[in-house]
Structure formats: structure tokens, C-alpha cells
């Protein structure tokens, strides 16, 4: 799959500069449009659309109200940790016996 980075650009910049920002669309990049920070809408190439990148989907998905964007840094994935024993679903049905 070949990811293609997206621009981010808000709507007053994208107002001031829309011909340079239609030539990246052009060239297959994509435009997410920002207002105060969050996504509002994804300009593409009418021939885009099924190689989407993950953080345009993410935006489209936002734009709509579908989901709401993480504000600030995610957690770090947290590491399995392996417990010797019996499995605890055994332990539980013992409990309970």
C-alpha cells in the first residue's frame, strides 16, 4: 500500500494560499483542513480515494463526527507481562467451587 503523506492547513491559510495547496492535491497529496486545530475536511484528487493515507482516513472520520481526535500525546503501549501458575480461569473456577 503506498501511503501518501498528508498536508495540514487551516482554513484561513488554505483560504489565502488555495492555489498552492489544489497544485499538491494535483500532484496526489492530500489536504486536511483544520478549524482551531481540528480537522474539518480532506481535500483529495477525484482519482484518490482507495489508497487513502491513515492519517486522512483518521481526519475524514473526525470531519464527520464519526470519532473524536486523541488531544495531546497517546500512552505508550503497555508490555504483557507473563505470571507462572495455573491459567486464571482455572483458578477462578476452583474459587468458586
Known sequence: MNERTAV??????????????LKLVKADRYVIVT?????????QSIGAGASRSLESRVAA????????????????PVSR??????????????DRR
Open 81 to 94: 507481562v507473563k505470571i507462572g501458575g495455573a491459567p486464571l480461569s482455572q483458578t477462578i473456577v476452583a
Open 61 to 76: 472520520l473526525v470531519a464527520r463526527g464519526e470519532v473524536i481526535a486523541p488531544e495531546g500525546r497517546l500512552a505508550p
Open 35 to 43: 478549524k482551531r486545530g481540528k480537522p474539518v475536511a480532506v481535500l
Open 8 to 21: 495540514r492547513v487551516g482554513v484561513r491559510e488554505l483560504k489565502n494560499r488555495l492555489t498552492t495547496y
